[in-house]
């Protein structure tokens, strides 16, 4: 139901924009969609997150004003877009779709996630 795409290999400082699709269904004003990545070797991390309906956002310490979430709601899709790349930033990426706002930062709130996809970033 959740369809990652766009990551790839970029030189630290570069960009990427990754997509998160939904199929078959469509997010409820209640919904939040997140990011997670999971470097190798670690555990799951979060990295943002956007409340469907009033757009409010979030990012992790480690992000913050260098990733910026959004969404376009005919499109059913949230976007991640990622500047100044930084190699710590490799890892796959996911993306998630969870009922609860309030405990966003928690991959135990979501319900529904898409595949993952990889970003490499080198030095």
């Known amino acids: 139901q959740l369809q990652a795409s766009g990551g790839g290999w970029v030189q630290a400082g570069g960009s990427l924009r990754l997509s998160c699709a939904a199929s078959?269904?469509?997010?409820?004003?209640?919904?939040?969609v997140g990011w997670f990545r999971q470097a190798p070797g670690k555990e799951r991390e979060f990295v943002a997150a956007?409340?469907?309906?009033?757009?409010?956002?979030y990012y992790s310490d480690s992000v913050k004003g260098r990733f910026t979430i959004s969404r376009d709601n005919a499109k059913i899709t949230v976007y991640l877009q990622m500047n100044s790349l930084k190699p710590e930033d490799t890892a796959v990426y996911y993306c998630?779709?969870?009922?609860?706002?309030?405990?966003?930062?928690?991959?135990?709130?979501?319900?529904?996630w898409g595949q993952g996809t990889l970003v490499t970033v080198s030095s």
């Open positions: 998630a779709a969870s009922g609860s706002w309030i405990r966003r930062t928690s991959e135990y709130e979501y319900d529904y």
């Open positions: 078959g269904r469509t997010f409820g004003t209640t919904y939040t």
């Open positions: 956007i409340a469907w309906s009033t757009y409010s956002s």
